[in-house]
């Protein structure tokens, strides 16, 4: 891609482009706002950091888990290029992919008004594919081998982050079970930071990829290239995609820190410690074998994993219910907008 500069004249000097890369700034804001609180939510309700600090150490941690991922493995940024396909026509493709961005930020921000964790990563997907259904008319646009790890990753990261979440507590417990509670308080204090930061940290890995691969995907499809089979992602476009995710999650992370850390289950410090070691481990599991996953599947079955470890009773199901709803809603209803809204704008740009 070359330098910040070449790619800024690039944009400048394509209209199109800088529509489609502005899109998927603003889906990634949206994913600030929406996804990444959930890294940092059990740490800010049981008081170990407050927001302010807890959100500037998952801007750093999101930026750290982006450039040490993408340097050991960037399959999941792969996998989100090559599992549909615009056409060889580079103005249609361009403004297709916008019509989807448009569509995935519709949907998050609809999720983001009533205060529901929903899954950005899965509305991304849902909004490409509804997009490439669109533009082809068919599904010869969508690339079936590539999707199916979305399904893998759905089952494997529901059933890792509930089994791992319940495991890790349930260690927990057994290891401090004679313990004097008030004397383990500082050091649950540290690790529940440490569990926060490296949610944070695979957070970035998960979720950082898959948005530089959209903008990645931009820039070939401009050019009217097909993507290179060896992925390079510059630095600074891994800096500019945490930047903006950071003010996502400065802008509205505390609604979704309150519905997943409090309304969900009442967590205390080695509750959110367990959580987020397990969520973190589902999540690294997921990205070494390239499975594209939701980093809020994975925290929020951990905590229920967590809860179940007391009693079921501990799990207000209400939450988990509204969860459920929106996550089953997300693939056909954003791809379902991402369709109508990509049928718009080929009336509208073309």
């Given at each position: 891609?070359?330098?910040?500069?070449?790619?800024?004249?690039?944009?400048?000097?394509?209209?199109l482009l800088f529509i489609a890369v502005a899109m998927t700034l603003g889906v990634i804001l949206v994913n600030g706002w929406t996804d990444a609180p959930n890294a940092i939510a059990t740490c800010v309700v049981t008081r170990c950091m407050p927001p302010k600090a807890a959100i500037l150490m998952?801007?750093?941690?999101?930026?750290?888990?982006?450039?040490?991922?993408?340097?050991?493995?960037?399959?999941?940024?792969?996998?989100?290029?090559?599992?549909?396909?615009?056409?060889?026509?580079?103005?249609?493709?361009?403004?297709?992919?916008?019509?989807?961005?448009?569509?995935?930020?519709?949907?998050?921000?609809?999720?983001?008004?009533?205060?529901?964790?929903?899954?950005?990563?899965?509305?991304?997907?849902?909004?490409?594919?509804?997009?490439?259904?669109?533009?082809?008319?068919?599904?010869?646009?969508?690339?079936?081998?590539?999707?199916?790890?979305?399904?893998?990753?759905?089952?494997?990261?529901?059933?890792?982050?509930?089994g791992l979440g319940w495991l890790v507590c349930k260690l927990v417990t057994m290891l401090f079970n004679k313990a004097n509670r008030p004397k383990t308080q500082p050091f649950f204090r540290g690790a529940q930071i440490a569990g926060a930061a490296s949610m944070a940290f695979m957070h970035g890995?998960?979720?950082?990829?898959?948005?530089?691969?959209?903008?990645?995907?931009?820039?070939?499809?401009?050019?009217?290239?097909?993507?290179?089979?060896?992925?390079?992602?510059?630095?600074?476009?891994?800096?500019?995609?945490?930047?903006?995710?950071?003010?996502?999650?400065?802008?509205?992370?505390?609604?979704?820190?309150?519905?997943?850390?409090?309304?969900?289950?009442?967590?205390?410090?080695?509750?959110?410690?367990?959580?987020?070691?397990?969520?973190?481990?589902?999540?690294?599991?997921?990205?070494?074998?390239?499975?594209?996953?939701?980093?809020?599947?994975?925290?929020?079955?951990?905590?229920?994993?967590?809860?179940?470890?007391?009693?079921?009773?501990?799990?207000?199901?209400?939450?988990?219910?509204?969860?459920?709803?929106?996550?089953?809603?997300?693939?056909?209803?954003?791809?379902?907008?991402?369709?109508?809204?990509?049928?718009?704008?080929?009336?509208?740009?073309?």
């Open positions: 891609m070359g330098s910040i500069l070449d790619f800024w004249y690039q944009m400048t000097a394509n209209p998952a801007a750093l941690f999101n930026f750290l888990g982006v450039f040490v991922m993408t340097l050991v493995n960037a399959t999941v940024a792969e996998t989100i290029t090559k599992m549909v396909d615009f056409g060889e026509d580079s103005d249609k493709a361009i403004i297709a992919l916008s019509a989807a961005l448009f569509a995935i930020v519709l949907w998050a921000t609809l999720a983001w008004v009533f205060g529901i964790p929903t899954s950005e990563s899965h509305a991304l997907i849902a909004g490409l594919t509804g997009s490439a259904i669109a533009l082809h008319g068919s599904m010869s646009g969508v690339n079936g081998s590539e999707w199916v790890k979305v399904l893998y990753g759905i089952v494997i990261s529901v059933v890792l982050g509930f890995a998960q979720d950082g990829q898959k948005f530089m691969g959209v903008i990645l995907l931009c820039v070939y499809m401009s050019r009217g290239q097909a993507l290179p089979s060896d992925i390079s992602i510059p630095v600074w476009l891994m800096v500019v995609c945490s930047v903006v995710m950071a003010a996502g999650t400065a802008m509205g992370g505390k609604k979704i820190i309150k519905s997943v850390g409090m309304d969900m289950v009442k967590l205390e410090k080695y509750q959110g410690f367990s959580a987020d070691i397990a969520a973190a481990l589902s999540l690294l599991f997921c990205s070494v074998f390239s499975l594209p996953v939701s980093t809020t599947h994975a925290k929020t079955t951990s905590i229920m994993g967590v809860g179940a470890v007391k009693r079921v009773s501990a799990i207000n199901f209400g939450v988990v219910k509204e969860m459920v709803l929106t996550w089953v809603l997300t693939f056909p209803g954003c791809g379902l907008v991402g369709f109508i809204m990509t049928k718009l704008f080929m009336f509208i740009f073309t």
